[in-house]
């Protein structure tokens, strides 16, 4: 049966520094999931609108309402900062494009993997290595490597042991900031298919910042196309690459098709 509510429900959220503004009235739902792509060029406002709904900086209008698992659709930035820091601990995930800002670089794969489960209160050793080495293979690292630190990681690997961190908790929804920018390409195809795998077999919602009109259709049931802090076209991923309406989305679109 179809989910009654949104997992995700923004409205009208802003967003200015100093004069400038970054972010005007960008509304959305979010099912569950649902995988959502915001597209746009550089300075678009596409990091500032994910970081707002991440409600890792506050936007300065609007609302974001989260359904959560204990009290239905809650106001996210009504809730306390102990129980935001919960949320972003256990349902939800955050994938940064540099995967240093979202491991600890210096201790073990294994101790990245297992910590987001400590902070959810299991304290049992055994068990939490047997989690993290599945994890490891999950995303296609040698458990092998469980006892190594990040630091000695290709740039791929950081990037798969992130999502491993952030996925053991099996959240409900995962922000992700240009997650294969700045990887060669065919570690970024690679990175794209266990992406993509994930999402579907755990029926995860992702909102994908992506400046990549390729990542978008490969991950994306839906996309947003941003332009000087707007949202300018909204609709499903095929039918918005296909037949883009707005000038900006035709602009975008074929200058990708361009040799
Ligand atoms: N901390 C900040 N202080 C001042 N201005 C900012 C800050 N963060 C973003 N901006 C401005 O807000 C606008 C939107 O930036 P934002 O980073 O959201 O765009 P973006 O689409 O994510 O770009 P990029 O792809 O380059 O990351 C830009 O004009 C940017 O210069």
Redesign the pocket.
Known sequence: MASPQPLLRVRGIGKR??D?V??QDASFDLWPGEVLAIV???????????NAVAARDKPDAGSVQFQTRSAGLREVFAMSEAEQRLLARTDWGFVHQNAAEGLRMDVSAGANVGERLMGLGERHYGRLRATASEWLARVEIDPARIDDAPRTFSGGMRQRLQIARNLVTRPRLVFMD?PTSGLDVSVQARLLDLLRQLTRQMQLAAIV?T?DLAVARLLAHRMMV?QR?RVVEAGLTDQLLDDPQHPYTQLLVSSVLQP
């Open positions: 520094y100093g400038r970054a972010l746009g060029e550089s300075g678009s406002g596409k990091s500032t609108l994910l240009e910042v400046h941003m802090g």
